[in-house]
């Protein structure tokens, strides 16, 4: 699967990266944070940082044996 059939699987808005710290640039939600006093933050990665996750998927996916199937980073 190419790059880009990889990012088309998520959906975008314009945030930062939690990763590479990048602002704005086109993100896609990974994940929430609740802290203990209840504020929320949301996780958002760009591209570059989704596919170097998908593509740490991948081998951890081919190394156990698994099916990798991208798209669900976040989900
Ligand atoms: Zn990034």
Do not use: K, N
Not at 6 to 33: M, N
Request: a negative charge; one cysteine or more; charged letters at 25%.
């Amino acid at each position: 699967m190419t790059p880009d059939l990889i990012l088309a699987l998520y959906e975008w808005a314009v945030g930062t990266c939690f990763r590479c710290s990048c602002s704005d640039v086109h993100t896609t939600p990974l994940d929430r944070i609740v802290t203990p006093s209840g504020d929320t933050y949301e996780l958002r990665a760009c591209g570059v940082c989704i596919l170097a996750l998908e593509r740490e998927r991948h081998f951890y996916a081919r190394r156990r044996g698994l099916e990798y199937q991208p798209g669900s980073l976040g989900s």
